[in-house]
């Protein structure tokens, strides 16, 4: 069975530049997650969908991240303008449901200079 | 306030011998708690699942235990292995609708030959 796809593996750019994460998730799943991990620390739930609609985007910050599933399958995770704090890993998590397990991709890890 | 607290930060330990993980957690209502491990570099893989009801849960070298009366739960690793050396979070399901997981920062462990 294919795993959390995720591309890039890796993002360089400059502060106040926009850059964009994908996410494929398990075929079937229906709820995803996009997590931030700065190092050293564990993940930071930033949003859930479940299907296309969001469940949970309490910790986005939502005047420069944004993120869509249109379609409830791919997801996209947009920041613009990216800052230097936000440096981090950021993993997309798939389910089949909301109370199940949650199985992660590899992430992307972001390097704002 | 929903936390969940791991201890020691790191650990180094030689191979062969075994070690202990420790989690503290605040998170109600409680839903189930899980253990993963994350290799450098990648995401998140689940080693254990406990509910509400279980006190011991094994996945081979790796056992995990539950007090849900002290909130408490530790990860102990047998005979540990070089393969062992990697971050291991343990992850707290609130079950208030939409199973929010609440993550511990982690503990780094490092087994040397």
């Known amino acids: 069975e294919a795993g959390v796809a995720q591309s890039p593996r890796y993002k360089i750019i400059e502060k106040r530049q926009s850059v964009a994460f994908w996410c494929n998730p398990i075929s079937g799943h229906a709820t995803l997650y996009w997590y931030q991990q700065i190092l050293g620390q564990g993940p930071k739930l930033l949003i859930q969908f479940q299907n296309n609609g969001v469940v949970d985007d309490s910790q986005l910050p939502k005047d420069r991240f944004s993120a869509e599933r249109l379609k409830g399958v791919d997801s996209t995770l947009k920041i613009q303008p990216a800052k230097l704090e936000d440096s981090a890993v950021y993993l997309c998590a798939s389910s089949i449901n909301t109370n199940t397990e949650a199985f992660f991709g590899q992430g992307t890890r972001l390097t704002v200079v | ?113």
């Open chain 2, 1 to 113: 306030k929903n936390q969940v607290e791991q201890s020691p930060q790191s650990l180094i330990i030689l191979e062969g011998k075994n070690c202990t993980l420790q989690c503290n957690y605040t998170v109600s209502p409680f839903s189930n708690l899980r253990w993963y491990k994350q290799d450098t570099g990648r995401g998140p893989v689940s080693l254990t699942i406990m509910t509400f009801s279980e006190n011991t849960k094994s996945n081979g070298r790796y056992t995990a235990t539950l007090d849900a009366d002290t909130k408490q739960s530790s990860l102990h690793i047998t005979a540990s292995q070089l393969s062992d050396s990697a971050s291991y979070i343990c992850v707290v399901s609130e079950a208030s609708g939409t199973y929010k997981y609440i993550f511990g920062t982690g503990t780094r462990l490092k087994v040397l030959a």
